[in-house]
T-cell receptor
Framework: SAVISQKPSRDICQRGTSLTIQCQVD?????MFWYRQQPGQSLTLIAT?????????ESGFVIDKFPISRPNLTFSTLTVSNMSPEDSSIYLC?????????????????FGEGSWLTVV | GESVGLHLPTLSVQEGDNSIINCAYS??????FIWYKQESGKGPQFIID?????DKRQGQRVTVLLNKTVKHLSLQIAATQPGDSAVYFCAENMRTGFQKLVFGTGTRLLVSP
């Protein structure tokens, strides 16, 4: 299984500020994924971070609010911009174990421990 | 740590009982399904998966059943232990061959000693 490390693990942020979350994987992966889990809710895919190209965002999420970087095959960042209390969530990084982002036989999807953000 | 899923459906069982957690998925074309366990303050932990060409898969103390006819997924935990207490999520992959997981709403499992 992949070992995924996220920083910060927790933070309390002021309204209107931005925070960058880091995700480090212990092996090279083609695609990394960012999810959000709002309080009391399930996980929702924000975007797919592709190395060497712009991230692909899901419906309801935009680059200006959630800019993503993917400088190499083991690292990605997600920034939550101009935060409001509604952005208080757990932000989770995930990777597909085969490293290619395709769910071919024998591969599955692992998550980091998440970054727990509270916006006040 | 913080609680996840404060308003989730809850299944309460006694230690040693078998637990069954159910999930209805949305897309008949989904090809891959995963069960995750999420303990308080932690990220989702992979439990077991199943592909759409199977209807049953067994792991250590866990079994996943897939009924494609009614788009239903279940997780069976044998001899449930207090350490199994957590929120359990099913997830379906909506995009064949590439990752686009859609998660269910989750079920909280409470195991009493």
């Amino acid at each position: 299984s992949a070992v995924i490390s996220q920083k910060p693990s927790r933070d309390i942020c002021q309204r209107g500020t931005s925070l960058t979350i880091q995700c480090q994987v212990d092996s090279q992966v083609t695609m990394m994924f960012w999810y959000r889990q709002q309080p009391g809710q399930s996980l929702t895919l924000i975007a797919t971070a592709n190395q060497g190209s712009e991230a692909t965002y899901e419906s309801g999420f935009v680059i200006d609010k959630f800019p993503i970087s993917r400088p190499n095959l083991t690292f990605s960042t997600l920034t939550v911009s101009n935060m409001s209390p509604e952005d208080s969530s757990i932000y989770l990084c995930s990777v597909e174990s085969g490293g290619q982002g395709t769910l071919s036989s024998g591969n599955t999807i692992y998550f980091g421990e998440g970054s727990w953000l509270t916006v006040v | 740590g913080e609680s996840v899923g404060l308003h989730l459906p809850t299944l309460s069982v006694q230690e040693g009982d078998n637990s069954i957690i159910n999930c209805a998925y949305s897309n008949s074309a989904s090809d891959y399904f995963i069960w995750y366990k999420q303990e308080s303050g932690k990220g989702p932990q992979f439990i077991i998966d199943i592909r759409s060409n199977m209807d049953k898969r067994q792991g250590q103390r866990v079994t996943v059943l897939l009924n494609k006819t009614v788009k239903h997924l279940s997780l069976q935990i044998a001899a449930t232990q207090p350490g199994d207490s957590a929120v359990y999520f099913c997830a379906e992959n909506m995009r064949t061959g590439f990752q686009k997981l859609v998660f269910g709403t989750g079920t909280r499992l409470l195991v009493s000693p």
